[in-house]
């Protein structure tokens, strides 16, 4: 079945582009720290192309269709005869989207989306180019699953009943990811890094674990018997590509400022040429040691959204600069959190016995090789090293600067993003906290900055709507399942404090939504009520009380029928996303320089297509990676 609106499944023309600001802070880096940011950038920009593999069957195909037509083509931004300039504007967009999302895949979402132009038009802009007749028998065999809209397709999903993975070969299910998952507890083995392929020999079922490495295991490095079935375990899995990103960090190794930085980056050298996660893990213990460096990275198998099961990471790297005056903010607030944290609407019996100063840092960012670029970031992940040894909190403050307020993300599982959000608009109010960030309380401006920060947050609920399925009853997006929650909780606390009225044919796009919010009881109403509703998601985590906190979220981010009614509202009055053009980093002769490009669909493709300029293999070695898995994935 073919969807209604493809329309939903289009980037619009419209859709803008932004170049986040970091020129000033690149130049203020000394040589030594310039030639590390540009290996580490190096680097986490060719990992990003494992993502291709981690989003669907035909995202590498159209990589490297893309690179094959913009590369070297001086016609590639020309209108070719024939065509009009919306259709030809309609390709460009999608491209620049498959970059920007590093597939067809949202990022932010995970629905997939489709040219805006024909499928006739997209071939003949293709065919317009100098080489198409290399990749042409590559065109074909995906052609048909780039434009396809059929219901399993919309969203990415675990078995072809909820949707598409890349993480688990296609004839997997749900059933098969759990058997794996007690296999690979059993024996110790890390999932993050890993894909799973299911095959079936004389009735009895062989899984085999893809380990990602550089190294390349010819037999299994582990084969056993597992309730009924066979599994191996198979080194190797993207060795091209990390035998790319370990040549770029052996070069940064020979420009790190520390001992930390010099033992991080060694270990995670070793943790892609062997497989090892523990070796990544204590790469991540030294990154946590290196407080407060004028360039950040942090780069390997990170966050688990994509993965339906939720156990496999997508790959990511980042490098960027410190903000210094603001994050003297930041480390501010740090200095101060053992005072901030009783203020939180729980027992010190349910905090941790010793607080962990973590390093809280606002960066310009230079580089981000992933699905997306996230507005903050709280890593790592690894519950073990987080618990006992810390972590580190970063915003992103020059990508923070290039999006509304609305499109502001940070990362963590909905449950915990739900939770967090929930702290930040609770503390917001307090008198001490506002004035570590220069706002005197009572002042018209402290006023106006909780009020926004409240009015904010239950918007972003309401917008949410747009990412929850009602077919599925899923939520096709954590962050915004939790603001969506807190929305209701402010809608529950009553006495009129937020209202959402319903605007019929209030313009050309029809109905519309007006959403209030009483300023005035903010203190009184509304904080009382996420006070309670904090409480109780600490409350719940902090005792293990799984079954309670799933019935009690399940709850508040369930909508009703009016919400599915405003849910069609907000779809036909949604605005597209922004796009972010990177800079790129060039090294001559010891010298690193920094290029730029235009805030335009055009210039965030030509930024890519010079990312891999001196690399002409790259799409060789994508393509035969593609060719030796495509008939499982």
């Given amino acids: 079945m073919v969807v209604k609106n493809p329309s939903l499944y289009v980037l619009e023309n419209s859709t803008p582009v932004t170049k986040p600001e970091c020129l000033e802070a690149f130049s203020a880096l000394e040589s030594r720290e310039k030639q590390y940011l540009h290996y580490l950038s190096q680097a986490s920009w060719y990992g990003s192309t494992i993502c291709l593999f981690q989003c669907s069957l035909e995202a590498p195909v159209i990589f490297v269709l893309l690179d094959n037509h913009?590369?070297?083509?001086?016609?590639?931004?020309?209108?070719?005869?024939?065509?009009?300039?919306?259709?030809?504007?309609?390709?460009?967009?999608?491209?620049?989207?498959?970059?920007?999302?590093?597939g067809n895949y949202k990022g932010f979402g995970d629905s997939k989306f489709v040219p805006g132009c024909s499928e006739a038009v997209f071939e003949t802009i293709l065919e317009s180019g100098p080489r198409f007749a290399a990749?042409?028998?590559?065109?074909?065999?995906?052609?048909?699953?780039?434009?396809?809209?059929?219901?399993?397709?919309?969203?990415?999903?675990?078995?072809?009943?909820e949707g598409v993975t890349s993480y688990f070969?296609?004839?997997?299910?749900?059933?098969?990811?759990?058997?794996?998952?007690?296999?690979?507890?059993?024996?110790?083995?890390?999932a993050e890094n890993t894909r799973l392929v299911k095959r079936t020999r004389d009735g009895?079922?062989?899984?085999?674990?893809?380990?990602?490495?550089?190294?390349?295991?010819?037999?299994?490095?582990?084969s056993k018997e597992f309730e009924g079935a066979i599994f191996e375990v198979i080194k190797g899995d993207y060795a091209p590509l990390l035998k790319r990103v370990n040549y770029y960090l052996e070069k940064a190794l020979e420009h790190v400022g520390n001992e930390n930085e010099k033992l991080m980056v060694t270990d995670y050298i070793e943790s892609f040429k062997t497989g090892s996660l523990d070796k990544h893990k204590d790469g991540s213990r030294h990154w946590i040691r290196n407080k407060g460096p004028v360039v950040e990275c942090y780069?390997?198998?990170?966050?688990?959204?994509?993965?339906?099961?939720?156990?496999?990471?997508?790959f990511e790297g980042f490098v960027a600069v410190v903000n210094k005056p603001v994050s003297a903010k930041f480390?501010?607030?740090?200095?101060?959190?053992?005072?901030?944290?009783?203020?939180?609407?729980?027992?010190?019996?349910?905090?941790?016995?010793?607080?962990?100063?973590?390093?809280?840092?606002?960066?310009?960012?230079?580089?981000?090789?992933?699905?997306?670029?996230?507005?903050?970031?709280?890593?790592?992940?690894?519950?073990?090293?987080?618990?006992d040894e810390g972590f580190k909190n970063v915003a992103l403050g020059n990508i923070i600067n290039a999006v509304a307020p609305s499109e502001v993300i940070t990362l963590g599982s909905s449950y915990e993003e739900c939770r967090a959000e929930?702290?930040?608009?609770?503390?917001?109010?307090?008198?001490?906290?506002?004035?570590?960030?220069?706002?005197?309380?009572?002042?018209?401006?402290?006023?106006?900055v909780i009020y926004v920060n409240w009015l904010t947050m239950a918007r972003a609920g309401l917008l949410g709507l747009q990412f929850y399925d009602p077919n599925r009853k899923s939520w096709g997006q954590a962050h915004m399942q939790a603001r969506f929650g807190i929305l209701q909780v402010m809608l529950e606390a009553g006495e009129e404090f937020v209202k959402i009225k319903k605007i019929e044919d209030a313009d050309e796009k029809g109905d519309d939504l007006l959403l209030t919010?009483?300023?005035?009881?903010?203190?009184?109403v509304g904080r009382e009520a996420v006070g309670v509703f904090l409480r109780k998601l600490q409350v719940y985590k902090a005792m293990a009380d799984i079954d309670s906190a799933k019935s009690m979220y399940g709850h508040y981010t369930t909508p009703d029928d009016t919400f599915l009614g405003y849910r069609e509202i907000v779809l036909a009055r949604k605005q597209p996303r922004k796009e972010n053009v990177m800079p790129n980093t060039v090294c001559s002769n010891g010298n690193v320089s920094l290029v730029e490009y235009e805030a335009s669909h055009k210039g965030l493709i030509e930024s890519f297509v010079d990312r891999f300029d001196d690399d002409p293999s790259i799409t060789k070695d994508i393509s035969e990676m593609w060719l030796q898995y495509s008939e499982m994935f």
């Fill in 517 to 524: 919010m009483d300023k005035s009881k903010i203190e009184s």
């Fill in 299 to 314: 780069i390997g198998f990170i966050e688990t959204y994509r993965d339906p099961f939720g156990t496999r990471a997508e």
């Fill in 70 to 102: 913009f590369r070297n083509n001086e016609n590639a931004f020309v209108v070719p005869a024939g065509l009009v300039e919306e259709e030809f504007k309609a390709f460009l967009v999608y491209a620049a989207g498959f970059y920007a999302n590093m």
């Fill in 422 to 448: 929930c702290v930040g608009i609770y503390l917001c109010n307090n008198a001490d906290v506002l004035s570590i960030f220069g706002h005197a309380y009572g002042s018209e401006e402290a006023s106006n």
């Fill in 135 to 161: 990749v042409k028998g590559l065109y074909e065999k995906v052609k048909a699953k780039i434009f396809s809209l059929e219901e399993n397709e919309l969203l990415l999903g675990l078995g072809r009943s």
């Fill in 204 to 222: 009895k079922d062989k899984y085999t674990i893809l380990l990602a490495s550089e190294e390349k295991s010819n037999s299994p490095v582990l």
């Fill in 331 to 387: 480390g501010n607030l740090v200095e101060n959190a053992e005072k901030v944290l009783p203020l939180l609407p729980w027992p010190k019996e349910f905090e941790k016995d010793k607080f962990l100063r973590p390093d809280f840092t606002s960066l310009d960012v230079i580089c981000y090789g992933a699905s997306g670029i996230p507005a903050g970031i709280n890593i790592p992940n690894y519950d073990d090293i987080r618990q």
């Fill in 169 to 190: 070969s296609r004839n997997c299910v749900r059933s098969d990811a759990e058997k794996a998952d007690r296999f690979m507890r059993e024996n110790k083995i890390c």
